[in-house]
């Protein structure tokens, strides 16, 4: 079921942005065009990072799964991007600490109930070297995508 949310033409191989800012910026347009979101999804995820940051300090590699309320959300989906070069990115719980980011999972769910568990699939997933080393690594956008609906779980 999880693994049905993954959104393909919302995928994003090495994405050059300099900010999250500039990612939601990107990301919210994107997801607009092809009907995924409301008009209101960028004010709304931009307010919710700030307030709620969604950086996740696994390590090696720090991962942000930012998400919107149901409200913003058309047609549910878990993007994966992977960016060009990691970006400074708000630890969740920890303001003050700036994570260099360079996978987000961008989530937009339509209801409350169902997230928990798509989060807690990610994250047992974040926390394997190997598999975030392949999700690096991928040449391809085919190839990073097959890797993250193989993930466990999904």
């Given at each position: 079921?999880?693994?049905?949310?993954?959104?393909?033409?919302?995928?994003?191989?090495?994405?050059?942005?300099?900010s999250?800012?500039?990612?939601?910026?990107?990301?919210?347009?994107?997801?607009?065009?092809?009907?995924?979101?409301?008009?209101?999804?960028?004010?709304?995820?931009?307010?919710?990072?700030?307030?709620?940051?969604?950086?996740?300090?696994?390590?090696?590699?720090?991962?942000?799964?930012p998400?919107?309320?149901?409200?913003?959300?058309?047609?549910?989906?878990?993007?994966?991007?992977?960016l060009?070069?990691?970006?400074?990115?708000?630890?969740?719980?920890?303001?003050?600490?700036?994570?260099?980011?360079?996978?987000?999972?961008?989530?937009?769910?339509?209801?409350?109930?169902?997230?928990?568990?798509?989060?807690?699939?990610?994250?047992?997933?974040?926390?394997?070297?190997?598999?975030?080393?392949?999700?690096?690594?991928?040449?391809?956008?085919?190839?990073?995508?097959?890797?993250?609906?193989?993930?466990?779980?999904?």
């Amino acid at each position: 079921m999880n693994g049905t949310l993954i959104c393909d033409e919302l995928c994003e191989l090495d994405l050059a942005v300099d900010s999250t800012e500039e990612f939601f910026n990107v990301m919210s347009e994107k997801a607009k065009l092809l009907g995924y979101v409301t008009e209101s999804f960028l004010p709304a995820i931009k307010k919710r990072e700030q307030e709620y940051p969604t950086a996740l300090p696994v390590e090696p590699y720090p991962v942000a799964i930012p998400h919107s309320d149901p409200v913003n959300i058309v047609k549910q989906f878990i993007a994966p991007v992977r960016l060009k070069h990691p970006i400074g990115w708000c630890e969740m719980a920890n303001n003050d600490s700036i994570l260099p980011v360079r996978l987000v999972f961008l989530l937009g769910f339509k209801r409350e109930e169902g997230h928990v568990e798509t989060l807690q699939i990610l994250l047992q997933n974040f926390q394997n070297r190997e598999m975030m080393e392949k999700l690096l690594g991928a040449a391809t956008k085919e190839e990073y995508l097959d890797i993250v609906k193989h993930m466990e779980g999904f």
